[in-house]
């Protein structure tokens, strides 16, 4: 009996809280947000504070046909871009609008590259009936050289910051040249062994990395022209390659990964299957700390290259990406291709307090 009664007390309380739950206010729960990590001033180390929250697309541009490369100037005021069209695209960032359209090549141009001083512009022809390197003045948009190309096109420039020299690599060629951009007089050649290869030039020019189908990876030094480094790879079908802004590691992406080594050590820093589909673009950013990936699965992934980290994901990628670039300060990443809109999405990397 007197266990019925407990038993009834309890479940008359039971249904009175149940009820007097049912009268209060429901409150949504709080949106949780990556905490802040305060590190005590006693400590020695820096605190890195990425503000993941402001990361994503921020404005697009629609450019007026397919995109196959973009360079910023030096101040991340204008874009170039170019692409299927025999034109070249200069947009001021600030207003969002093309304040010079430059009638450069007779057909697609496949890569565009902005001078470290934001005077020059570099292009080059994609193919055997426009092969020529031309030099422009970024201001006025005026031809100031015009300099033998490839026979069958242009597949890199980039130009060398410690004397504003242009480096070239030709599509299938095996010669690598620097050009002096005021005379148009070649400097330096030298051969390379491949003819199927994706090649890159670090931020500098003075480093160039060239991935042949053979599976083995060359870096070649562009002051003395000499090879300085030549190791193998497991890597099978690499579609594309990228050198940090120093020239000191590499990554190269094939099928759904990507890999990152040590230019001197050839030590791997990062291994990972980055995508649903194979990788078609990467790029470091300016400190090298991220690599930007983006694939045939239309997201761009952003890596943390110390730790091997996925930081963050950006979606909503149409057709397919050719381009992909940092600004020199490393706020902002572009990505453009066959969709002719040109996205920039605010990355904006660790910074230390």
């Not at 266990?3 to 249904?15: C, D, H, K, N, R």
């Not at 096109?153 to 130009?159: A, E, I, P, Q, T």
Request: charged share 15%.
């Amino acid at each position: 009996m007197k266990t019925t009664l407990a038993l009834l007390a309890v479940l008359s309380l039971t249904t009175s809280c149940l009820a007097l739950a049912d009268d209060v206010p429901r409150v949504a729960p709080p949106t949780l947000t990556p905490p802040t990590v305060i590190i005590p001033p006693h400590l020695s180390f820096p605190v890195l504070v990425i503000d993941y929250k402001s990361w994503g697309l921020n404005r697009t541009l629609k450019a007026f046909n397919a995109v196959y490369s973009v360079s910023f100037n030096n101040d991340a005021s204008v874009l170039a871009s170019s692409g299927s069209s025999a034109n070249i695209t200069l947009w001021d960032l600030k207003s969002g609008k093309a304040t010079n359209i430059l009638n450069a090549h007779p057909e697609s141009i496949p890569v565009v590259a902005f001078s470290s001083d934001g005077k020059r512009l570099a292009s080059g022809g994609g193919n055997a009936g426009d092969n020529a390197i031309k030099i422009w003045d970024a201001a006025s948009g005026k031809l100031l050289k015009t300099v033998a190309g490839y026979p069958t096109g242009v597949k890199s420039l980039g130009w060398r910051t410690s004397d504003n020299a242009l480096v070239s690599i030709g599509q299938g060629s095996k010669v690598i040249r620097v050009w002096n951009p005021d005379s148009g007089q070649s400097l330096q050649a030298w051969m390379q062994p491949e003819t199927e290869f994706s090649p890159t030039i670090s931020g500098d020019g003075k480093r160039i990395v060239i991935f042949g189908k053979t599976k083995v990876i060359r870096g070649w030094d562009t002051s003395s022209g000499q090879m300085t480094q030549a190791w193998m790879s497991e890597l099978i079908g690499t579609e594309c390659v990228t050198l940090n802004a120093k020239g000191t590691q590499v990554a190269a992406g094939a099928s759904k990964f990507i890999k990152v080594w040590d230019m001197d050590t050839q030590q791997v820093l990062l291994f990972v299957m980055a995508h649903a589909e194979p990788v078609s673009q990467l790029a470091f950013n300016p400190r090298g700390t991220v690599l930007a990936s983006v694939s045939a699965d239309q997201t761009i992934k952003l890596w943390d290259v110390s730790s091997a980290k996925l930081l963050k994901t950006f979606g909503g990628l149409t057709g397919r990406t050719y381009a992909l670039a940092w600004s020199a300060d490393g706020r902002t990443l572009v990505s453009a291709g066959s969709d002719r809109i040109i996205r920039f999405w605010s990355a904006s990397t660790p910074r230390t307090q």
